[in-house]
């Protein structure tokens, strides 16, 4: 079965910090996409980003990074100088898309609260 | 940005009723998705779609039913609703597989309270 672990419940920092969120996944299938999402108190899933199984390059867009590791079965993001409005839940998903569908086991969640 | 839409966005409603979440989405997608999100934060899947005339049970237990008559509507339904109902209910669909690239796309949800 899949699974997805982020240990973190919730983080509280100061805004201009680096503030790193892990996730850990538990899965038996060779393919399969990892995914992080943001949820803002107004409550819909903002997309941020997707990996797949193949390809362990690390990602920067702006101030947001992602460190996939295989060997360590983790999914990590990272905000740099972190800002107020970051301040939001952040899921970390796997899917196995089968027949296409995106079937998303989702993590707990970590509750991100940027303070300034 | 993503044109999925789920009304209402808030729904208060007593024990026994018969209530229909709405989600529509103007994208074409094929595939349609009714994730639970407790109080405690945890999203699970409770029901999915290929396409019309589709419908399948996820992985967490639901005694909610959907159905896909059309490709931009899925509604999900409760015959009669309690207490142990309440929760946040969030539509998503994703695009045709195309390689490694898919993605979900989310409304906003509908934060149903049963009394």
């Known amino acids: 079965a899949q699974k997805v672990t982020q240990a973190q419940t919730e983080i509280s920092v100061v805004e201009k910090e680096d503030v790193t969120l892990d996730c850990v996944y538990e899965t038996r299938d060779t393919t399969y996409y990892l995914f992080w999402y943001k949820q803002p108190p107004s409550g819909e899933l903002v997309f941020l980003i997707r990996?797949?199984?193949?390809?362990?390059q690390n990602e920067i867009s702006g101030r947001y990074s992602w460190n996939f590791q295989k060997s360590t079965s983790s999914f990590n993001f990272t905000i740099t100088a972190s800002q107020v409005v970051d301040s939001a839940v952040y899921f970390c998903a796997l899917s196995e898309a089968q027949r296409g569908a995106q079937k998303l086991v989702f993590g707990q969640g970590t509750r991100l609260t940027i303070n300034p | 940005e993503a044109d999925i839409y789920q009304t209402p966005r808030y729904l208060v409603i007593g024990t026994g009723k018969k209530i229909t979440l709405e989600c529509s989405q103007t994208m074409g997608h094929d595939k349609m998705y009714w994730y639970q999100q407790d109080p405690g934060m945890e999203l699970h899947l409770i029901h999915y779609?290929?396409?019309?005339?589709?419908?399948e049970k996820g992985d967490l237990s639901s005694e909610s039913t959907v159905s896909r008559i059309r490709t931009e509507h899925f509604p999900l339904t409760l015959e009669s609703a309690r207490p142990s109902h309440t929760s946040q209910y969030l539509c998503?669909?994703?695009?045709?597989?195309?390689?490694?690239?898919?993605?979900?796309?989310f409304g906003q949800g509908t934060r149903l309270t049963v009394v």
């Open positions: 998503a669909s994703s695009r045709p597989f195309q390689g490694a690239y898919t993605e979900a796309f």
């Open positions: 779609s290929y396409g019309v005339n589709s419908t």
């Open positions: 990996r797949n199984s193949f390809d362990e």
